[in-house]
């Protein structure tokens, strides 16, 4: 069956590291994948979207990479502010079909 | 200006009672979608409708039904509220890119509470 899993419900890092973040899919082949950032209470903002013939895609402090072969992308956020702190929801399409299926989420805390 | 709204953004209800959420986008998309999120806060689209026409219908119990009146509009219908209908309903919308879907705009939510 086809699943996305975003490892680490809960990540923590200090202000000032690089954060990153992970989703992995199985049993898809995604034309592009995007990455959404979802704060309490209000609904996911759109931040990155990668096709997949795109290896890496950049936006100022955000950096996303693709690799279908390990079927994989990794969100990354340089020197991380404690606004950055919110949930990542990675997102993939189901190729023909007009949909996003989206995983279930990392929650990102940047300690001051 | 709200790109996409929803109305309303709580709602408390009992259950068997009957309840419609609006939703309303100014961007100019062809498509939008109903999505549900459980308290797991796991997104799940519900219904897509593209120009006017249903294009996704998930499996969603028959109780739910969308209406989409002109292209900004999407509401959503529900019949005979049960307990687990409880949890936050997101519209969105998007635009067709000709084969490829650009990035999705989520209204505010709208909190459902089924007592």
């Known amino acids: 069956s086809q699943k996305i899993e975003q490892n680490s419900e809960a990540l923590n890092i200090q202000e000032g590291k690089t954060a990153t973040l992970t989703c992995n899919y199985t049993?898809?082949?995604?034309?592009?994948l995007q990455w959404y950032r979802q704060d309490p209470g209000r609904g996911p903002v759109f931040l990155l979207l990668?096709?997949?013939?795109?290896k890496e895609k950049r936006k100022e402090r955000l950096k996303v990479t693709f690799d279908t072969t390990l079927k994989q992308s990794l969100f990354h956020i340089t020197a991380s502010q404690p606004a950055d702190s919110a949930t990542y929801l990675c997102a993939l399409d189901k190729g023909s079909a007009r949909q996003l299926t989206f995983g279930s989420g990392t929650q990102l805390t940047v300690l001051p | 200006d709200t790109a996409v709204s929803q109305t309303p953004k709580y709602l408390v209800t009992q259950m068997g009672n009957d309840k419609s959420i609006k939703c309303e986008q100014n961007?100019?998309?062809?498509?939008m979608y109903w999505y549900k999120q459980d308290s797991k806060k796991f997104l799940k689209i519900m219904f897509s409708?593209?120009?006017?026409?249903?294009?996704i219908n998930e499996t969603v119990p028959n109780r739910f039904s969308p209406k989409s009146p002109d292209k900004a509009h999407l509401n959503l219908h529900i019949n005979s509220l049960e307990l687990g209908d409880s949890a936050v309903y997101f519209c969105?919308?998007?635009?067709?890119?000709?084969?490829?879907?650009?990035?999705?705009?989520f209204g505010p939510g709208t909190r459902l509470t089924v007592t």
């Open positions: 990668i096709r997949e013939n795109e």
């Open positions: 969105a919308s998007s635009q067709d890119a000709g084969g490829g879907w650009l990035e999705q705009y």
């Open positions: 049993n898809y082949s995604p034309a592009y």
């Open positions: 961007l100019g998309h062809d498509t």
């Open positions: 409708y593209n120009n006017k026409e249903l294009i």
